[in-house]
Nanobody, 126 residues
Framework: QVQLVESGGGLVQPGGSLRLSCAVSRFTLRYYVIGWFRQAPGREREGVSCISRFAGSTYYADSVKGRFTISRDNDKNTVYLQINSLKPDDTAVYYC???????????????????WGQGTQVTVSS
């Protein structure tokens, strides 16, 4: 069974940075695209970013372009999300997920993603 574990969340002041990690196990990471999603209380799950299998393509929601950077290390079976210039609106639980659909990756369509981690909380507050 596929297992994903997110880490790196926390409480940070506006303008701060965090680096989220998504460690995957029990499957070969390079076969999958990996997406990051987030969900704030009372709001729908939102696609944040996605990266293709060999990092040739990356995709971002408009709300995070220029602030978030996704990367992956297939040898370490880990995907990262560097998040800078954090805003209070970035407060949410952040999830990583796997898919075999490059279209789903490009569209940040959570319905195309099969396996999910438990999430890591990011709170931006002064």
């Amino acid at each position: 069974q596929v297992q994903l574990v997110e880490s790196g969340g926390g409480l940070v002041q506006p303008g701060g940075s965090l680096r989220l990690s998504c460690a995957v196990s029990r499957f070969t990471l390079r076969y999958y695209v990996i997406g990051w999603f987030r969900q704030a209380p009372g709001r729908e799950r939102e696609g944040v970013s996605c990266i293709s299998r060999f990092a040739g393509s990356t995709y971002y929601a408009d709300s995070v372009k220029g602030r978030f950077t996704i990367s992956r290390d297939n040898d370490k079976n880990t995907v990262y999300l560097q998040i800078n210039s954090l805003k209070p609106d970035d407060t949410a639980v952040y999830y990583c997920a796997t898919s075999t659909s490059i279209q789903g990756c490009e569209n940040l369509d959570y319905s195309a993603f099969d396996s999910w981690g438990q999430g890591t909380q990011v709170t931006v507050s002064s």
